[in-house]
């Protein structure tokens, strides 16, 4: 195992209190293995991103327990952090030209980002390592002189990821990285992603409002709901048999498989709000197949035929 989260709470400190964005999770990743993160708008799939690498704000509080190979993130502090981003764990995030700086040479980029886990390393072994990874993802080593803002969206995607790949991480975070793209080069940078991660053997944490992207490129999946994983399973099973009330209205809800387009007629209402989550299950409001248990307790996670399921549905409960 390479990544475990447990128990994991991650809360926005705010005026009108904590944002309990995400709220107890759990989640084991082996080596080489791609998870699928998915669910509705504000769930928590971003801030459980970040919050490996640890880069919410300040005030920001964490609980439980996260690690990474075996060292524990939460007890970090920035400077210790700043060892582990990028050397261990690499990010790809939605929208490169604000996380790419675009003053910035590409060749300057790359070097910045070696320099920090190498001091050591002088310009042409850095322009060397990043021509290699160019070439890797498809651009001209060449390009390396150019500035960010003069590339294509789809082209800064590739260079966000061979900046990510660039020091050989164990895991990768990628937050919707192609959502602000074409339907076509959404496929290449997509199969890209796919092929590098074979070939690095490396981990990846897919977060997407494509159910259909997911269930093709992910070992398991893990639907979220309201700063819970309500669904943990393998992508088939999970696609064809889900299990959980949310998961399976969300599938219905799917026309094109992309949940931007919910046909949101099968899941009325809307997600509660994090700053005072429902005392029981969390889905409990909008559930066709809510008991009385389901609005005062919160269901823990029950294995069923190999799914993890957080719903009451499979307790054995004999009094609703
Ligand atoms: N800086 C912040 N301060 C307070 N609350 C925040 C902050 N960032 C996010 N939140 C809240 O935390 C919850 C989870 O947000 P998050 O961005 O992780 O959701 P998401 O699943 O990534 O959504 P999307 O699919 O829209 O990207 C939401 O309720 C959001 O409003
Ligand atoms: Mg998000």
Not at 245 to 259: C, G, H, V
Request: with cysteine; net charge neutral.
């Amino acid at each position: 195992m390479i990544f475990e989260a447990k128990d994991l709470k991650v809360y926005y400190k705010t005026k009108k209190g904590f944002v309990r964005a995400v709220d107890g999770i759990n989640l084991s990743i082996e080596k080489g293995e791609t998870v699928g993160l998915v669910g509705e708008s504000g769930c928590g799939k971003s801030t459980f991103g970040q919050a490996i690498l640890k880069i919410l704000p300040p005030a920001t509080f964490y609980g439980g327990s996260l690690k990474i190979e075996n060292t524990e993130l939460i007890g970090l502090n920035e400077n210790e952090m700043r060892k582990i981003r990028g050397k261990k764990i690499g990010m790809i995030f939605q929208d490169p030209m604000t996380s790419l700086n675009p003053v910035m040479k590409v060749e300057k980029l790359f070097f910045e980002t070696l320099k920090t886990h190498e001091p050591e390393i002088t310009e042409e072994a850095s322009r060397e390592r990043t021509a290699r990874v160019l070439e890797k993802v498809g651009i001209e080593p060449e390009r390396m002189k150019e500035y960010s803002f003069q590339f294509s969206g789809g082209m800064r995607q590739r260079v966000m990821i061979a900046l990510a790949l660039v020091l050989n991480p164990i895991l990768v975070i990628a937050d919707e990285p192609t959502t602000s793209l074409d339907v076509i080069v959404q496929a290449q940078i997509m199969n890209l992603l796919n092929e590098l991660r074979r070939e690095y053997d490396m981990s990846l944490i897919l977060i997407t409002h494509d159910l259909g992207v997911v269930a093709e490129m992910a070992d398991k999946i893990c639907v979220m709901y309201a700063g819970h994983i309500v669904e943990e399973a393998v992508s088939e099973k999970l696609y064809y048999s889900p299990k959980h009330p949310y998961t399976e209205l969300l599938l219905k809800s799917i026309p094109n498989t992309n949940i931007d387009d919910l046909d949101l007629k099968y899941i009325p209402g809307s997600p509660p709000d994090l700053l005072r989550p429902p005392v029981g299950c969390r889905f409990a409001p909008r559930c066709p197949y809510k008991k009385k248990i389901c609005e005062v307790k919160e269901p823990p996670i029950f294995n069923v035929d190999g799914t993890k399921v957080k719903c009451w549905l499979y307790g054995g409960v004999k009094e609703w």
